[in-house]
């Protein structure tokens, strides 16, 4: 089950499509693929966090999962749920990203994103590293 050294509960709490806000050196500790591609699996479709493990962070690009770091929006985030004593919190009001001008919109206010590269956005939109390969093959 995706998550569940972390928090149990966490697979009957997301729903696909959802986007997950996750703390710092997201991924530590985890150099499988599996990592990336349970997140995948149960539909979530892009991670957010203040940083990455780099082993995480290429897993997930050569997977094609998205994954932006706001650091910024990880505080705001923190402190607006303090106290709450679970792991998984569900926000239903939702995070607006805006690609075009590297930003996220939650709750009224705007927090910074990390830009995503050219060839990384190239990778993402294939499906991954081995869609991308095919499709230059073909």
Known sequence: MVMENYDPAFAGMVRAG???VGGYNFGTGSSREQAVTAL???????LVAG????????NAINNGFLCLESPELVEAMKKAFSGKDVKTVVVEAGLKVDFAHSKII????????????????????????????????I
């Open 106 to 137: 939650w709750g009224g206010k705007e927090f910074g994103v990390s830009p995503t590269g050219r060839p990384v956005q190239e990778v993402i939109l294939a499906g991954g590293v081995e869609n991308l390969v095919r499709a230059t093959l």
């Open 40 to 46: 995948q699996a149960a539909g979530i479709r892009m």
């Open 18 to 20: 959802d986007l997950v």
């Open 51 to 58: 940083t990455y493990s780099q082993t995480y962070q290429r």
